[in-house]
C-alpha cells in the first residue's frame, strides 16, 4: 500500500523524553518473554484488589439510566459533596462542593490541565523533583518553561524556595510540589505549607499541591492536607486521587479542591475538553470516600509489612535509604560505582527484580532507585534474597 499522507507528529510530542513507565515496560515485557521470574516493584499501581464494597457499589450504579447519559464535566454534585464531607473528617477543611471542587478523570488528568489553564506560553512552571514526570509535560504542552526544584538528602527532600532566580519568578504561574512525595517518599512538615503559602503571595503564583499518597501512611503518622495551612485556599488547590488510597487505579478517578477560581478555571478546560468521570463510578467513588478507616488501616499494614520485609533485606546488603513513613515506596541510594541505571539494569538482569531508575523522574533523581511496595511480602523478601546473593 502506498502511503497517501505523510504523518508527521507536532513538535510538542516530538520534544518528549521517552515516558519512563513506556521504557520500563517494555524491558519488563523482554524480561518475561525470557521466562524470567520477575519480582515487579516498578510501578507505583496497587497488586491489592478494589475492597469488594465499592466494587459493590459500581455493580448498582451501572444498572441505573441515569448514569448511562453524558456526565457533568465538573462532576456530580453528590460526588462533590462526599469530597467536602471527607475533607471535614478527615482535616476538618471547609470546602463548598458546587464552587471549591472539580471532580478529575484521575489526578494526572488535572496534573496536565492545571497548566492548560493558567499557563501562556513563556511563562514559567516550577516544580518538586525528581518528581511525577506530568509536571514537566503538562507545562511543556501548554508552551510554559518547566524550572525543576531539586529534592535532596542535603535538604531533606523539600525544595530549597530561596534559590529560585528572581528573573525566573517573575514569570512564574504556577508550582507543583507533592507530600507525601513521588519517588522520595518523604514527607513534609506543616512549616513546609505554610511557607510554600508565603512564597504564593509573594510572587502571585497558584500553589498546586498534589496529595495522591495522603492516606498511605505508617504508624498512624497522618499527613496534613496543604488547604489546612491558614492562608492556602486563598493562594492555591490541592489534587487527590482515589487511585491509591482505595485501589482504584483502573477506574479513574480523583478531585481538585481549594480556590475557587482556580478550581473554575481547571473546570473551564475540562468543560472544552472532556465530558467528565462516568457517573457510575462517581457514584462508586462516593462509597469509598466513605469507607471504614479500618478497612484502609488494613491496606496501610499491608504496606508496613512489606516496606520493613523489603528495608530489612536492604540493610543487610548495605543499600542506603530512610525508612518511609508514608507512600508505598523505598527510595534507596544505588551502591557505589553504580548510575541508576547501571543498576536498574544489573538487578534485572541478575537477579529478575525490576525497580525505577530515580533519574527517570528529574535529573536530581541520578543515584537512586526506587522500589515499589505493590507486590506481596513474600515477594520482597524473595527480592531481599536475590539483592544478598548478587551483592
Ligand atoms: C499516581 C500519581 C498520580 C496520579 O494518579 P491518578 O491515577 O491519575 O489519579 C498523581 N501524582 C502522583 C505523584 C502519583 O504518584
Known sequence: MSPRIQVSLADRLRSLPPYL??????????????????????????DIP???????????????????????????LSYRA?????????????????????AL??????????????????????????????????????????FPLPLTKA????????????????????????YPNNPTSASAPKEFFEQVVRFA????????????????????????????????KEVGVELHSLSKTYNMTGWRLGFACGHPEIVGGLAKIK?????????????????????????????RQTYQARRDALAEGLRQVGIEFDLPDATFYIWARVPSGHT?????????????????????FGAAGEGYIRFALTAPVDRMKEAAERMKTLL
Request: some cysteine; aromatic content about 10%; proline content about 7%.
Open 21 to 46: 513507565f513506556a521504557e520500563i515496560d517494555r524491558l519488563k515485557k523482554e524480561a518475561l518473554a525470557a521466562g524470567v521470574d520477575l519480582i515487579d516493584v516498578s510501578i507505583g499501581d496497587p
Open 50 to 76: 478494589t475492597p469488594e464494597h465499592i466494587v459493590a457499589s459500581m455493580k448498582g450504579a451501572v444498572e441505573k439510566p441515569e448514569h448511562h447519559r453524558y456526565p457533568s464535566s465538573a462532576g456530580m
Open 82 to 102: 462526599a469530597v467536602a464531607e471527607w475533607y471535614r473528617r478527615r482535616f476538618s477543611v471547609t470546602l463548598d462542593p458546587a464552587t471549591e471542587v472539580v
Open 105 to 146: 478523570i484521575g489526578s494526572k488528568e488535572g496534573v496536565a490541565n492545571m497548566p492548560m489553564a493558567f499557563v501562556n506560553p513563556g511563562d514559567a512552571v516550577l516544580y518538586t523533583s525528581p518528581g511525577y514526570p506530568v509536571y514537566p509535560i503538562g507545562t511543556l504542552f501548554a508552551g510554559g518553561e518547566g
Open 155 to 178: 535538604n531533606g527532600f523539600l525544595p530549597d524556595l530561596d534559590s529560585v532566580p528572581a528573573e525566573i519568578l517573575r514569570r512564574t504561574r504556577l508550582f507543583f510540589f507533592n
Open 201 to 232: 503571595e509573594q510572587h502571585n503564583l497558584i500553589a498546586c499541591h498534589d496529595a495522591a499518597y495522603s492516606e498511605i501512611f505508617f504508624n498512624g503518622k497522618r499527613p496534613p492536607s496543604f488547604l489546612e495551612t491558614e492562608g492556602a
Open 271 to 299: 468543560s472544552n475538553i472532556d465530558s467528565g468521570a462516568f457517573q457510575a463510578v462517581q457514584e462508586a467513588g462516593i462509597t469509598a470516600l466513605q469507607t471504614d478507616d479500618h478497612v484502609l488501616s488494613g491496606i
Open 340 to 360: 541508576s541505571a547501571s543498576f536498574v539494569e544489573l538487578l534485572l538482569k541478575k537477579a529478575g527484580i525490576m525497580a525505577t531508575p530515580g533519574n527517570g
